[in-house]
């Protein structure tokens, strides 16, 4: 069997054993928790990447909370092009950046001297990852037993962490995570991230280590800016700082819905955050959206906390009128059917299906 190399390659393997077209909203979550990348690393993970799926569609058919009555917003953060201050201080750091000794070996000795035609970046990746070899797996989250030290050093700059005597991984001491290292690059025209597992020690691993530093050392965030300092290294082209980064927070498995973080430049007015951030919300998928929003009362929010409670609705009702505040007498049900109905009602706001009105 081959090792699927990209996310499309990942989706047909998925459509082919589901016997269908993945839905868009679950493969975007299957990709945000990071189970595609798993199988990216390693092909024998394709059959938990498929019982995840077939879970989540389980617990979220189609239409069931309204998923698909709004686009799904993108998966990467959305971008408001830099002004022209902006632009010249991009610039500006990239000339800063294309003089740290780390990136002027790396063109040096890998790129000869001559930096690439930003057309070509997509042909040295591929023809790189070919000449690299297999990409690497690395184990994370191992617990070290009773008897066993970590020492830690460094070897040409680089962390290193070791355990003494050596620890042995089985099945009574094992890793509890596995994945691979990504480079993250950008190919110019496209507005696409791409990500490729990378053999350690290999050139890709190289600029992968590079463009992560690069991007942690010039605030160029995110998956994108990882992505524009690989490209940066690669041509020569600035990364370029946006007015404005909207990026959505979704979790379909989660009860909270979601966030969208909003990140300004402080040139920004009052008038134009505001649009941003109503654009944004227009995207997300809300399972009931409109233009108001009305706070629950703190009735109605204590009782959407009595639907997950044990016992029958009469049990709950009389649970709930002796545990109401001496001063809200007014708060006590004698009726279950009534009590069972602003419950069941409260709740559906709380997690979201009601939320506006």
Request: charged share 30%; aromatic share 8%.
């Amino acid at each position: 069997m081959t090792q699927p190399t990209t996310e499309a390659e990942v989706r047909k393997l998925l459509d082919r054993r589901l016997g269908h077209a993945a839905r868009d909203d679950i493969w975007s979550d299957l990709i945000r928790r990071e189970w595609v990348d798993g199988v990216l690393s390693d092909r024998g993970l394709m059959k938990e990447l498929v019982d995840e799926y077939r879970a989540v569609e389980r617990a979220f058919p189609a239409g069931r909370r309204r998923m698909s009555a709004t686009p799904s917003p993108p998966r990467e953060p959305q971008y408001v092009e830099p002004d022209e201050r902006l632009k010249a201080l991009s610039r500006r750091l990239a000339r800063l950046a294309a003089e740290e000794p780390a990136i002027v070996a790396f063109r040096a000795e890998v790129l000869g001297g001559q930096l690439l035609a930003p057309e070509d970046v997509a042909a040295w990746v591929k023809s790189q990852a070919e000449a690299d070899g297999e990409s690497t797996l690395y184990l994370g989250d191992v617990a070290v037993p009773p008897g066993h030290t970590v020492e830690r050093g460094r070897e040409a700059g680089r962390l290193r962490v070791w355990v003494t005597p050596p620890l042995t991984l089985s099945k009574e001491t094992p890793a509890r995570s596995a994945g691979g290292g990504f480079l993250v690059y950008a190919v110019p025209g496209q507005r696409a991230v791409f990500r490729v597992p990378v053999a350690h020690g290999g050139t890709l691993d190289r600029l992968r280590r590079l463009s992560e530093r690069l991007a942690g050392s010039y605030g160029w965030e995110g998956d994108t800016g990882k992505a524009q300092a690989a490209l940066f290294v690669l041509t020569g082209q600035p990364p370029l700082i946006p007015r404005a980064t909207i990026t959505w927070h979704i979790d379909l498995g989660s009860p909270v819905e979601g966030r969208i973080t909003l990140d300004l430049d402080p040139t920004l007015g009052p008038a134009a955050v505001a649009k941003l951030y109503w654009q944004a919300r227009e995207q997300f998928p809300l399972r009931r959206r409109s233009h108001r929003y009305r706070p629950m009362t703190e009735k109605h929010a204590r009782l959407a906390e009595w639907a997950d409670k044990e016992g029958s609705w009469r049990e709950r009702m009389e649970g709930w009128n002796r545990a109401c505040p001496e001063d809200h007498a007014d708060w006590h049900y004698s009726d279950p059917r009534n009590f069972a109905r602003d419950v069941t009602h409260a709740a559906r706001r709380l997690y979201g299906e009601e939320a506006e009105q």
